[in-house]
């Protein structure tokens, strides 16, 4: 049923037309609201990330600051003559005053950090660190003119480090054995770890350093593997630290990302939050809203069934009973009483539909015997035209005592209208037709000498059932009308081909041929019903392929190339019934 004729379609409709703007408006509401909400979370974020990462370059930056203050520090560079003065007393001394110095640094700071410097000319050393031990080579294998993350084993316990040496002069780094005197700073991961957790108990995030060598230093408390998960996906190039932030599908979840760059030390703070954490409330009212929605919907589809039932359910009965009526199926009834006004409905339908039943039935058996009385009159039309040729023919032959030429013409010619004279079935297969014709053209050449005819029929055609007498008449036009009247050499081929359940048979000739405008007028008269004064035969061909093949069935004429015609019987199988 379409729409327009469906009542309740049409509330069901309504409704759904209700719900929808509200439910679109709601939606794109929440998806603004979801996509402000990533944005300041991402904003936050960052912000936090980018704080961190700004102490941690603070705190290594006035590091490296107190460097090079060590590194211009008079009573510093006395280190490199200290072995000049005569006296171990004030040597000690001068090592203690600059130990002090170095110790006042270290308190000054906010991390724990190791100073050394070392004399390389004459091997004097002191650190902040008094269980250290340096020499030349001990700083040549450590060498970092920038921070460097490196392992640092000090009396046989290994510790990771940030180290990095400050040379005096700078021109002396590739010589480091000419150098004046050598600053080594260097501060423990554990500083940073510390940190982390700080940072971490605050409840943002699960923070770590990263650098694309692969090395990380995290928290304490961190998830390994989900750090390992992030560590691997930078390496793969999936997760760019350099966009500051990322969304990323991790185990079916979605995280972002965040990134800030420690420039001092070459790394990054990486930090990840699950976003289904952050927009879970907002989900839950959406899912809310939903629900509601259905639930409205639900109660709004049990309002209408009463409707649906006392006045659908009837009207969808009688429309599937006309239904059938148009597909043919006109012994249909209704048999169902509603007790309501439909009752009256499906009575007169039951009437109407047995009226129509009766009187299709004898429109039927008068349409059959008016098709019988077509054929007939074709056959009759065909017989005494045809019989008196061949009787001329017959006896100018005998006249010159042509007797095989006789004898196969009235072989020909018995077989001819033994065919045409059958008058008990009004079908037959392409074969028999196929004989008719060759009899029929046969007979022709004798009378038309200059005519010649080719046939061919796929063999898996010929057990075609087609009306009797179908190609007869359009041969016969192409003998009189196209062949008979050419001077030249004249050739009938009459072809079949079958393309998927479709069939054709062509007749065409080389004759006279048709222009556009008599071409035209003849299309004319196969549409046109025939008087008395034109002829009826492919007129009646055409009516009997639609009554027998249905409305698909066609004859079609155009103009052969190089002269003739070209006659086309099309025909679709699955519409064949019995004729």
């Known amino acids: ?66 460097g090079f203050l060590l590194y211009e520090d008079i009573h510093i560079q006395t280190l490199q003559t200290l072995h000049l003065s005569d006296s171990v007393y004030e040597r000690n001394n001068e090592r203690l005053r600059i130990m002090e110095r170095l110790r006042l640094l270290n308190v000054s700071q906010r991390w724990d950090t190791q100073y050394s410097i070392l004399a390389p000319s004459n091997q004097e050393f002191v650190s902040t660190n008094t269980y250290l031990s340096y020499d030349l080579d001990s700083v040549k294998r450590l060498f970092a003119p920038e921070w460097k993350y490196q392992e640092v084993i000090t009396q046989n316990i290994s510790q990771q480090r940030f180290v990095r040496h400050i040379v005096r002069p700078k021109n002396k780094i590739a010589n480091l054995e000419e150098a004046g005197i050598i600053i080594e700073i260097s501060f423990p991961e554990e500083h940073i770890i510390k940190d982390l957790d700080t940072f971490k108990e605050t409840g943002k995030g699960d923070p770590f350093l990263y650098n694309m060598d692969g090395n990380s230093i995290q928290n304490k408390n961190s998830d390994k593997a989900m750090i390992t998960t992030i560590s691997e996906l930078i390496q793969s190039e999936k997760l760019v630290p350099t966009s500051n932030n990322q969304i990323i599908n991790i185990s079916n979840k979605d995280y972002l990302v965040l990134f800030s760059p420690i420039d001092t ?85 039951n009437d109407m539909t047995a009226e129509t039943e009766r009187l299709i039935e004898k429109v039927y058996m008068e349409e059959l015997r008016l098709r019988e009385a077509n054929v007939k009159q074709l056959q009759s039309q065909i017989n005494p035209h045809f019989l008196y040729n ?190």
Request: charged letters at 20%; proline letters at 4%.
């Open 265 to 349: 030390l070459g790394w990054y703070l990486v930090d990840y939050v699950p976003i289904d954490n952050m927009l879970q409330p907002i989900v839950k009212t959406q899912i809310l809203f939903y629900v509601s929605v259905v639930l409205l919907l639900v109660m709004s589809l049990l309002a209408g069934y009463l409707l649906y039932r006392n006045v659908q359910r009837p009207i969808a009965l009688l429309i599937r009973n006309v239904r059938k009526l148009q597909e043919g199926d006109y012994s249909t009834r209704i048999k169902v009483n509603p007790k309501n006004e439909f009752s009256y409905l499906f009575e007169r339908f």
């Open 1 to 66: 049923m379409r729409l327009r004729e469906n009542t309740f379609a049409k509330i069901i409709s309504l409704i759904t037309l209700l719900l929808i703007p509200i439910i679109l408006l709601y939606t794109l509401s929440m998806q603004t609201s979801i996509q402000v909400i990533k944005d300041e979370v991402r904003s936050l974020k960052q912000k936090d990330i980018n704080f961190l990462a700004n102490e941690f370059d603070k705190s290594v930056t006035t590091l490296t600051s107190l």
């Open 390 to 579: 061949c009787f001329a023919l017959i006896r100018s032959l005998a006249r010159l005592n042509k007797t095989e030429s006789v004898m196969t013409i009235s072989m020909h010619l018995s077989k001819y209208y033994r065919y045409t004279t059958r008058v008990e079935k009004l079908t037959a297969t392409l074969t028999e037709e196929v004989q008719l014709l060759r009899s029929y053209l046969e007979i022709q050449q004798f009378h038309i000498q200059h005519m010649s005819y080719h046939i061919d029929i796929p063999e898996s055609m010929l057990d075609l059932e087609i009306p009797r007498l179908l190609l007869q008449p359009i041969a016969e036009n192409a003998v009189l009308h196209g062949i008979e009247q050419y001077d030249g050499d004249g050739i009938i081929t009459i072809s079949a081909e079958t393309v998927g359940n479709f069939h054709s048979i062509i007749v065409e000739d080389n004759g006279v041929g048709m222009t556009e405008e008599q071409l035209e007028m003849l299309e004319h008269k196969l549409i046109d019903t025939p008087d008395d004064n034109s002829g009826c035969a492919l007129w009646n061909i055409r009516q009997r392929m639609i009554f027998q093949f249905g409305p698909e069935a066609s004859i079609n004429f155009s103009i052969r190339p190089g002269g003739g015609l070209i006659v086309r019987l099309s025909w679709s199988s699955p519409n064949n019934k019995n004729y």
